[in-house]
């Protein structure tokens, strides 16, 4: 099982959920280049301005733990991320665990509801620049060059949620700027949506969008709300992901 | 609440994991100009901007959810009258009494914002303008490089021309040597010759004119007539002789630089010139103060082969005028005539020894003269040029170099 953390934080987030899997399944995690604790040396402004960049990191990481019949569990962005790796390598994975997603997060009026119109999004993208949470961290890798200084190795740990506002922005427009609908129907892996029921960022028309254009998927409508039930409603999460992996082996 | 809480200026606000509101004190609703409605039992992201909505499911909670604390969040709350208030959140996880609720503080800051938001633009243009200046620099760079390839490209490109015109410099010495060795050696072939001629030449016509003298009563006049010829032809090569041995002297003497006095100097030679037989002699016309600096001796030979041209070729007469004029931007002298001339095709052939345009017999002479004045000139650092009109007349030109000028 690979867990794919979405927009906004890292790995970390998925600490409630691994534990209830791990006898059964592989479990790895990671974090996104510019995220977490990742080397900063590796970010490539390019590659990380559109999504494609994410799956190719999830590729690498599977590539060079040889991983095979992954179960891909996906946060939010990080569902799209999934459907184009399962797009590019479709033997790599056997199913899509999508927690949150959306293919496109600003209106498309008449029918579309992504659930942003664009001054939104570009709100947020503002809020993104004047965040600063942990951007000392950021400086820490080139510092961390400098071997007399010992005492920065323990700052690392602080990355949770770091918000380098550069990177952090990057992230946020190749998150909601991008339009992935049109992939959508080239999945070739089984899915589950994992739909919140008051989700700002997810709607309940996005699910319904996905279901109707995603091959092989189930829907799932949680009790949970908000936008991150594997954090605020571990227990449901897990009832669900352990239920329709069970009936996926049947 | 506790009232110092309610009042504290800071705004308080604490809500449950499922994000409804649980307190909130009076400076959060002043700030929030909702002072007369109840926060309470709100969902937390109801006094947030959509933006911020985002910002707290993606960031703002699962921070506090994870880390117990989230600092210095920045966001936007929705002003009870709609506008959107900046402030920074500090907030901190609780258990009270068995229940998690998260306690914030609240600070506006609409200053710093507006602060901010200049920083970040000038941050903004500051990177354009270094991306610009990159550019730049990167495209000066590779002008730099072509400017230094075409430089070198120069540098080669003289250096071939220097060692060409080395090259062509010692080829150029190498000829005028040779020339020089093969003009000495002519010039004294022709000077050996013409004075080995001389000799034998004296003698034939001394002894056809004693023969003449002593037989004058013998003979009859068609032998004595012979006779006649035979010294006259044998002057004639005489005087070639002269005239060549002259020309080959030419390129021998050095020359010598004295005062002259060309007027009285063409004076002297036309009182001594006399036209041929059965032309009439012009008549001169010569300018005054006529000065140059030169070798007297061949200054004369060479006017006196140009007013016996002149002479010469005005069978009818007519004027000779000698003087100086200004051509371009010096002075010549000149001996103009106004007889037959001759085409201007011909203007510079004529300067060659033994060119001869005319084959009519009237005009005798060597084909040497033209040759002698143009060597003369040049020996002077000078030059000859002539210009003409077939049936109006010629004008000679000469002049002898910057040193011949006074």
Same mark, same amino acid.
């Not at chain 1, 990481?61 to 799209?80: A, T, W």
């Not at chain 2, 709609?82 to 258990?95: E, K, Q």
């Given at each position: ?250 | ?17 499922? #994000? ?143 060692? /060409? ?37 004296? &003698? ?127 002075? &010549? ?33 060597? #084909?040497?003269? /033209? ?10 650092? #000078? ?24």
């Amino acid at each position: 099982m690979v867990f794919a953390h979405g927009f906004g934080c890292d790995q970390n987030m998925w600490r409630f959920i691994t534990p209830a899997f791990e006898d059964d399944y592989r479990i790895t995690l990671f974090d996104y280049v510019g995220s977490g604790g990742s080397d900063l040396r590796a970010y490539d402004p390019d590659r990380y301005s559109s999504l494609e960049g994410y799956a190719e990191d999830v590729l690498d990481v599977c590539e060079e733990l040889d991983l095979k019949n992954v179960v891909f569990v996906g946060h939010s962005v990080s569902s799209v991320v999934g459907m184009l790796a399962a797009i590019k390598q479709p033997e790599r994975f056997s199913r899509l665990i999508l927690v949150g997603p959306s293919p496109c997060y600003i209106n498309e009026p008449p029918h579309y509801v992504g659930g942003f119109n664009r001054a939104d999004i570009e709100e947020l993208l503002g809020m993104m620049d004047k965040n600063y949470i942990g951007w000392a961290n950021f400086l820490a890798p080139a510092v961390m060059a400098n071997p007399g200084r010992p005492e920065l190795a323990g700052e690392l740990r602080e990355s949770f949620c770091s918000t380098d506002p550069v990177i952090a922005r990057r992230f946020a427009e190749a998150t909601f700027l991008s339009d992935y609908r049109s992939i959508v129907e080239k999945v070739p892996v089984p899915s589950l949506i994992m739909q919140c029921s008051e989700d700002i960022i997810a709607p309940l028309e996005v699910g319904d969008y996905l279901k109707l254009h995603l091959p092989q998927s189930t829907l799932a409508v949680m009790k949970a709300t908000g936008h991150c039930p594997h954090m605020s409603h571990p227990e449901e999460t897990i009832q669900i992901i352990r239920n329709y992996l069970a009936e996926s082996r049947a | 609440m506790d009232e110092v809480l309610n009042s504290v200026p800071c705004g308080y606000l604490s809500f449950a994991d499922d #994000g409804k509101i649980l307190a909130a004190n009076q400076t959060l609703l002043d700030m929030l100009e909702r002072s007369d409605r109840k926060l309470e039992g709100q969902h937390v992201e109801s006094i947030f901007t959509v933006a911020s909505r985002i910002f707290y499911q993606t960031h703002f909670l699962p921070l506090l959810t994870v880390k117990g604390r989230a600092e210095e969040i920045y966001l936007t709350l929705r002003s009870g009258t709609g506008s959107d208030l900046p402030v920074l959140v500090n907030a901190a996880r609780v258990d009270r009494l068995g229940r998690l609720s998260n306690d914030c503080i609240v600070v506006p800051m609409r200053r710093r914002s507006l602060f901010e938001d200049e920083i970040l633009r000038a941050k903004k243009d500051l990177e354009e303008a270094n991306q610009a200046k990159d550019q730049v620099n990167a495209e000066l760079e590779l002008t730099r490089l072509a400017l230094e390839k075409k430089q070198r490209e120069l540098q080669d490109r003289n250096c071939e021309l220097e060692a /060409l015109k080395e090259r062509l410099e010692g080829q150029v010495e190498e000829r005028t040597t040779e020339l020089s060795e093969a003009l000495e050696d002519l010039e004294s072939f022709s000077y050996a010759i013409a004075h080995d001629l001389r000799g034998p030449l004296r &003698a034939i016509v001394s002894t056809s004119e004693i023969l003449r003298a002593e037989t004058s009563a013998i003979l009859a006049e068609e032998q004595l007539s012979l006779l006649d010829r035979q010294s006259f032809n044998g002057r004639k090569l005489s005087a070639l002789v002269d005239d060549l041995l002259r020309f080959a002297r030419l390129g021998r003497q050095g020359i010598l630089r004295e005062p002259v006095n060309v007027s009285e100097l063409a004076m002297n030679i036309i009182a001594g010139i006399s036209p041929a037989h059965g032309s009439k002699k012009p008549s001169f016309n010569v300018q005054g103060g006529l000065r140059v600096r030169g070798d007297p001796a061949l200054i004369r030979i060479l006017l006196e082969n140009l007013i016996q041209n002149a002479v010469k070729y005005s069978p009818e007469g007519g004027t000779v005028r000698i003087g100086s004029k200004s051509v371009g931007e010096t002075s &010549a002298f000149f001996v103009q005539d106004t007889g037959i001339g001759f085409d201007m095709e011909f203007a510079e052939k004529i300067f060659q020894p033994f060119e001869r345009l005319h084959s009519d017999s009237r005009f005798e002479g060597s #084909g040497i003269g /033209l040759a002698t004045v143009k060597r003369i000139a040049e020996r002077h650092g #000078g030059a000859v040029w002539a210009t003409s009109l077939p049936g109006q007349g010629s004008t000679f030109y000469f002049t002898l170099g910057a040193a011949g000028r006074l």
